[in-house]
Structures are given as C-alpha cells and as structure tokens.
C-alpha cells in the first residue's frame, strides 16, 4: 500500500513537471508573437548599415522566407497547444499507469509529434502566404486579404465546414482524451509516435479552416489570433462547445455572405493596440499604423 502510494506521487510529480512544460511552452510563444508584433521597429531604431533584419524585407527571401515559417510555427504552437493540453496530461497519466518505468519521455515524444504536424501545417501556411502574396492578394500593412468578396468566400467556407459531419468527427476525436486514448493506445516505443500522429491528424482536422481564417483577419493580428485561439479552445473544453462552433460558423456564413453581396462595405479588422508585424511596420515606419480596412 505505501508503496502504491508513493509511486501515485511520483506520477503527479511528472504530470505536474508536464503542466510546466507545456505552461512554459504556451508562454514563451505568446511572449515571442508580441515580441514579434510590438512596436520596437520605430524609426528611432533602425538596424545599423549592413545589418541583415529578415522581417524587413518586403521581398520572399530565403531569410524572409524562414522567419515567416518560424512566425506561423510560434503560432499553431500559441494557439494549439493550450487545447491539447489536457490530452497531453492525460496521456502522462495512462502512461505511468501503464509502465513501471518513467512516463515523462514517451508524453514529451507525444507531445513533441503532435506540434511537429503542426509544424508541417506551418509549413503550409507559408507556403499560402507566399502564393496570396505572389498574385498581391495580401495587405502590405497587416498580410490579410484585400478583397472583400475573396474574404468573403474564405468566411463562407470556413463556416460552413464548422457545421459538417468530418468537422464534428474530428472534433469529438479532439474533445474526448479518455476515449481517445482508450481507443487508439498502443504499446511500446511507437505507440506514443502513432497517438501523436492521429491526435495531431484530428486537430488538423478540426482546425484548418478556423486557422485560414488568420489571412482574413491579419496572419500577425494578434487579437485576431487570440480569438480563434479562443474559439479553438472553447470548442475542445467547454461544455457546449460544438454548440459554439457552430454559432461561430453561422456567423461566419452570414458575415462572409454579406461581404460577397457588398464587397463595397467598409469592414474594420483592428489590429489590437496597433499591434503589426514587425517586418511590415520598419516598413511603413513613416506612417502611423491605422486599423486595417478592407478595399
């Protein structure tokens, strides 16, 4: 008995150095997109001649190019990983129940497999920014979409996945860590790979659309990016959570519906304090940096 007792403290301990893990995780991220978005690039403060800034170049480099992946990869971390959190701890849970060894190394690989399928989904984000960019699609001041009817459609589209059968199941595959885990454990040293891999397949599932959204609002726009964080979260939490989801993507319907009808209409995205990407505001450095407004 006692020493069922201690081994039950030893796995709260690793499940709390886990919590701390993915809390120092989500902290760091949030921190480095407003240290990305804040406005240090002021006139006052410009680089020193000949020194290389990335996020000034208005051209896709490779520079530019990689800062851009490692901007959208900081972000699927910010915003996906608060959601997976319960997952994850759960996961070291049934891990150091299942095991007499230590269920700290197969959670992190867990944990580290999913946030690489996202890190290959940021991958494909930048390669969309590139492309929005390469047709003039995007804003220069905020990356959004210009266009309202585009805009619009992008808001239908999104919406209306919300309210669909492959929507709900990847969903339900995301908001259930104990049926889930029930379901598709697997022993072994590839187990925590495989689980990862699915877990990160059904929030992919779940998600793209809503993060598509980010060229809507602004990929930098960090209030725009809190909100879907936002919506993500309480779709995979809360109680009513899909009931959410889909008043989310009714409004989607109705909002994009109206720009599609009106592209006319002026709609404001506010950036939130102002906040821009840095490597677009050095840009416009003369200019006070107004709310977004769509053309």
């Known amino acids: 008995m006692a020493e069922q007792r201690l081994w039950q403290a030893v796995l709260s301990r690793e499940q709390w150095i886990v919590a701390a893990i993915m809390a ?8 480095s997109l407003f240290s990305m978005g804040m ?9 020193m001649p000949g020194m290389q800034v990335p996020y000034l170049s208005e051209s896709w480099t490779a520079s530019y190019a990689a800062m ?32 007499e060894s230590s269920a700290l190394p197969p959670t992190l690989l867990f944990a580290a497999t999913y946030l690489v399928l ?14 929005l960019s390469h047709f003039q699609l995007l804003s220069d001041s905020t990356m959004a979409i210009g266009n309202n009817r585009i805009g619009g459609a992008l808001l239908i589209a999104a919406g209306a996945y ?14 259930s860590p104990f049926f889930f885990l029930t379901a598709h454990w697997r022993p072994g040293v590839l187990g925590p790979l495989k689980l990862g891999l699915r877990h990160g397949v059904y929030c992919i599932g779940c998600c793209w659309l809503l993060m598509a959204l980010l060229f809507f609002g602004g990929v930098m726009n960090l209030t725009w990016v809190a909100a879907i964080g936002a919506v993500v979260l309480a ?33 404001a ?27």
């Open 162 to 175: 919300q309210l669909t059968g492959l929507k709900r199941v990847c969903l339900d595959n995301c908001r």
């Open 24 to 31: 120092l995780a989500i902290g760091l991220a949030w921190v």
């Open 269 to 295: 995205v506010t950036t939130g304090s102002g906040i821009e990407p840095v490597h677009k505001r050095v840009a416009a450095s003369t200019q006070s940096p107004p709310n977004w407004r769509m053309q």
């Open 39 to 47: 406005p240090a690039a002021r006139s006052d403060m410009a680089p």
């Open 68 to 99: 851009a992946f490692v901007m959208w990869t900081i972000m699927m971390v910010a915003m996906m990983l608060p959601s997976a959190t319960p997952m994850i701890l759960l996961y070291a849970r049934v891990a150091g129940q299942a095991s």
């Open 118 to 131: 996202w890190t290959v989904f940021a991958l494909l984000a930048t390669l969309a920014q590139w492309t």
């Open 235 to 267: 779709e995979k939490v809360a109680r009513l959570g899909p009931f959410l989801g889909q008043i989310v993507g009714g409004m989607a319907i109705l909002a994009g519906t109206a720009l599609v009808i009106a592209p006319n209409a002026n709609i």
